[in-house]
């Protein structure tokens, strides 16, 4: 009676403390909520019967953030201590549906026109990926994202993604683009085009030209930088 008691005692503390944190949420959303409680609020959507307070820490002192845990890879999630194995699914199950989430908001009205705009979505997009990807955003005529209208042509290693303007040129027409935003990232942090970047996107802009698709912009991105071709001066 005595272990079953204490065992009752210890739920009842973190199901008590899930419930409040559920009703600060209810209230007023995540105002006031430290980053860990944030964690530790997704950790009971996947995790229904252990109090998570101390892996929501744990992930936070690991990874610096949440947007840091979301980007992790899954191999370091499952690494974690007290995660168990739907934990780190779940978490990036959440990261995933945050991509899709603000992809479809630009499919239904958001111009791509706007370039902070543009920087938000693609920093948010790909900036903290570990390795370097191309991607496109293929747009209607009047800069709007066509629906689907993201796709990676390619991936590559930390510094490296092959890119081929015949293959970019073919995906466009498929989609019936009039305009294109590409987009890629740097793993380092640096956002300053190499010469391969360059030379990339001259070759791109030509062939675009030459089938009568405008290029509104190419933009490299990290987690916290964004440049842009367009704004200086280089398309």
């Known amino acids: 009676m005595k272990n079953e008691s204490g065992t009752v005692q210890k739920d009842s503390h973190y199901t008590g403390h899930r419930r409040r944190l559920r009703e600060r949420f209810e209230k007023s959303g995540l105002e006031g909520f430290a980053d860990y409680e944030v964690v530790e609020l997704l950790l009971t959507l996947a995790i229904p019967r252990s109090d998570v ?18 980007d992790a890879p899954l191999s370091e999630l499952r690494a974690m201590r007290g995660l ?8 990036r199950i959440i990261r995933a549906a945050a991509d899709l989430y603000l992809q479809q908001r ?13 920087y938000r979505f693609w920093r948010s997009k ?10 496109v955003a293929y747009l209607d005529s009047a800069y709007a994202l ?24 073919e995906a466009a027409l498929r989609h019936g683009a009039a305009a294109l935003v590409f987009a890629h990232n740097h793993p380092n942090g640096n956002v300053q085009p190499s010469e391969q970047d360059k030379t990339l996107t ?11 698709i405008k290029v509104l912009d190419h ?15 280089l398309l």
């Open 53 to 70: 307070k101390q892996p929501a820490k744990d992930l936070i002192a690991r990874f610096g953030s949440l947007r840091g845990i979301l």
């Open 84 to 91: 168990g194995e739907v934990a780190p699914i779940a978490l």
């Open 106 to 118: 630009a499919e239904q009205g958001e111009a791509f026109a706007d370039p902070e705009a543009l």
């Open 126 to 135: 790909i900036g903290a990926l570990r390795h370097e990807v191309f991607q």
């Open 146 to 169: 066509l629906r689907n209208g993201i796709e990676t042509l390619e991936e590559g290693t930390i510094d490296r993604a092959a890119v081929y303007p015949r293959r970019v040129m």
């Open 202 to 212: 001259r070759a791109l802009v030509l062939a675009a030209t030459a089938l009568q």
């Open 219 to 233: 933009v490299i991105v990290s987690v916290e930088n964004v440049f842009s071709f367009r704004k200086e001066g």
